[in-house]
Antibody, heavy 120, light 107 residues
């Protein structure tokens, strides 16, 4: 059974960085991409970017260029999302999700979400 | 980046009603369109992919249609558990993008 398990709640100061992990189990890690989606309180879903662990290739939404880094550690089937220069508007629940490579891709499995609160 | 626009943002309906949510892309995305359902406090759940293919385990009252730029999600007979929020998402190109969501409320 496929599971994505994310790291726990974070409280950060403005200007600092946060790193959230997403550990995959029950599936073939290399055959999928992992995307990151966030949701601010009471708001909709926002795609941040993703990584294909097999190739190490990443793509980031324009809004996060320069502030976001997504990496993968194949031996532990874990993907990391690091967001720098945090501001209050980055307060959100951050989700990782598995995406099939190629074809009509979609996010078929999701992590449980990680709440990141940015506050002074 | 591709922009996705859903309508309506809010929908008021009754149990048993047939409802339709629309999603429009600002450029053609072929059939690279997915629909998700989100219960408050939970991660989204995939309902439909490739515009019209039902994800395994999803009730048949959900259906999707469309291609190019215009898509619809239809719930043929609303059940109590369907009064939540729905999102469309394009997977035609990166970065992926979602519509703003449609919240279905009980009338």
């Amino acid at each position: 059974q496929v599971q994505l398990v994310q790291s726990g709640t974070e409280v950060k100061k403005p200007g600092s960085s946060v790193r959230v992990s997403c550990k995959a189990s029950g599936g073939t890690f290399k055959s999928y991409a992992i995307g990151w989606v966030r949701q601010a309180p009471g708001q909709g879903l926002e795609c941040m970017g993703g990584i294909i662990p097999l190739f190490g290739t990443t793509q980031y939404a324009q809004e996060f260029q320069g502030r976001l880094t997504i990496t993968a550690d194949e031996p532990t089937s874990t993907v990391y999302m690091e967001l720098r220069g945090l501001r209050s508007e980055d307060t959100a629940v951050y989700y990782c999700a598995r995406e099939k490579i190629g074809g009509y891709s979609n996010y078929d499995y999701w992590g449980q979400g990680t709440l990141v609160t940015v506050s002074s | 980046d591709i922009q996705m626009t859903q309508s309506p943002s809010f929908l008021s309906a009754s149990v048993g009603d047939r409802v339709t949510i629309t999603c429009r892309a600002n450029q053609s995305i072929n059939s690279y369109l997915n629909w998700y359902q989100q219960i408050p406090g939970k991660a989204p759940k995939l309902l439909i992919y490739a515009a019209s293919t039902l994800q395994g385990g999803v009730p048949s009252r959900f259906s999707g249609s469309g291609s190019g730029t215009d898509f619809t999600l239809t719930i043929s007979s609303l059940q109590r558990e369907d009064f939540v929020t729905y999102y469309c998402q394009q997977s035609y190109t990166s970065p992926r993008s979602f519509g703003q969501g449609t919240k279905v409320e009980i009338k």
